[in-house]
């Protein structure tokens, strides 16, 4: 004959007065929240720094209006012979001045390979 013994579950004592420790049982919460509020905080003290060096590449670089001297050249170069004769196109050909044409070319590039 076996006798069969009845399993009695255990119990935990219960302290009166004690109260549950929040802390071990959410301390991931409570470290998410901190977290959170560190990040907070330092974004809002880096959002309120002003920058300490003007932005170059906002400021727009000025153009030069033509002098008199320029639009009368300009003016000059627009006056052709209508003619399609060769002795016609060769006057024009020698009235145009393309004297400071290297020159500009070469300040083209010098602004272009300016950062």
Same mark, same amino acid.
């Given at each position: 004959?076996?006798?069969?013994?009845?399993?009695?579950?255990?119990?935990?004592?219960?302290?009166?007065?004690?109260?549950?420790?929040?802390?071990?049982?959410?301390?991931?919460?409570?470290?998410?929240?901190?977290?959170?509020?560190?990040?907070?905080?330092?974004?809002?003290?880096?959002?309120? %720094? &002003?920058?300490?060096?003007? =932005?170059? $590449?906002? @400021?727009?670089?000025?153009?030069?209006?033509?002098?008199?001297? #320029?639009? !009368?050249?300009?003016?000059?170069?627009? %006056? &052709?012979?209508?003619?399609? =004769?060769? $002795?016609? @196109?060769?006057?024009?050909?020698?009235?145009?001045?393309?004297? #400071?044409? !290297?020159?500009?070319?070469?300040?083209?590039?010098?602004?272009?390979?300016?950062?």
């Amino acid at each position: 004959m076996e006798t069969e013994k009845e399993e009695i579950p255990a119990v935990t004592p219960v302290v009166e007065g004690a109260k549950p420790n929040l802390l071990k049982r959410f301390w991931f919460i409570f470290a998410a929240l901190g977290i959170v509020l560190a990040l907070s905080i330092g974004a809002f003290f880096i959002s309120r %720094q &002003q920058p300490t060096t003007p =932005e170059v $590449a906002n @400021i727009p670089t000025p153009v030069p209006s033509p002098t008199p001297t #320029e639009e !009368d050249e300009i003016a000059a170069l627009e %006056q &052709q012979s209508a003619s399609d =004769e060769t $002795a016609a @196109i060769e006057v024009d050909l020698n009235q145009t001045d393309l004297s #400071e044409l !290297d020159q500009e070319l070469a300040d083209i590039d010098d602004e272009l390979a300016t950062p």
